[in-house]
């Protein structure tokens, strides 16, 4: 299942990387992508997991950076 998501307070590109490279480990996600530019996130995840995946998703980037939000469009 694919889902996209914009990233409020997302600061800079290096960040944008360091998300990728921690959400991309949690279990269940086939493929991530966010775009710094366009502050948006693109995700492709196990639709059976779906609610479990996502929550992991929030957990590690309030983790990795507290002042981002994530909202689905």
Known sequence: ???KFRLEGLDCANCAAELERAIQK???IESVSISFMTLLMELEYEEA???EIIE???K???KEEPDVTMEEI
């Open 26 to 28: 949690i279990e269940g």
């Open 1 to 3: 299942m694919k889902s």
């Open 60 to 62: 590690v980037i309030k």
């Open 56 to 58: 992991k998703v929030r």
């Open 49 to 51: 997991n779906q609610e």
